[in-house]
């Protein structure tokens, strides 16, 4: 088992960042993907961005360029900086882990973008 707990989230103006960070505990040894997804009522839940294992990392379109996923293996734990956030990127935001098996999910935290 892995628990994930997310934090960073909160309300910002446009333009302005934001830093997610998502610490894992448990089985950790386990994972060989981390990511961060974000859900709204109308889009439901999308992938925003993934780092796998040897570092590989993917974005949303939407987020690339503004948005950055890293890994501290280290200290079991990811993050998401947020630049030049937009509106449209409010949402609640999951960190998510994966392993060949099972998949594993944090609470999330809710990020708002002033405009």
């Known amino acids: 088992q892995v628990q994930l707990v997310e934090s960073g989230g909160g309300l910002v103006q446009a333009g302005g960042s934001l830093r997610l960070s998502c610490a894992a505990s448990?089985?950790?040894?386990?994972?060989?993907?981390m990511g961060w997804y974000r859900q709204t009522p109308r889009k439901g839940r999308e992938l925003v961005a993934v780092?796998?294992?040897?570092?590989?990392?993917d974005y949303a379109d939407s987020v690339k360029g503004r948005f950055a996923i890293s890994r501290d293996n280290a200290k079991n734990v990811e993050y998401l900086q947020m630049n030049r956030l937009k509106p449209e990127d409010t949402a609640v935001y999951y960190c998510n882990a994966e392993s060949s098996l099972y998949e594993w999910w944090g609470q999330g935290t809710q990020v708002t973008v002033s405009s």
């Open positions: 780092i796998t294992n040897g570092g590989n990392t």
């Open positions: 448990g089985d950790t040894t386990s994972i060989s993907a």
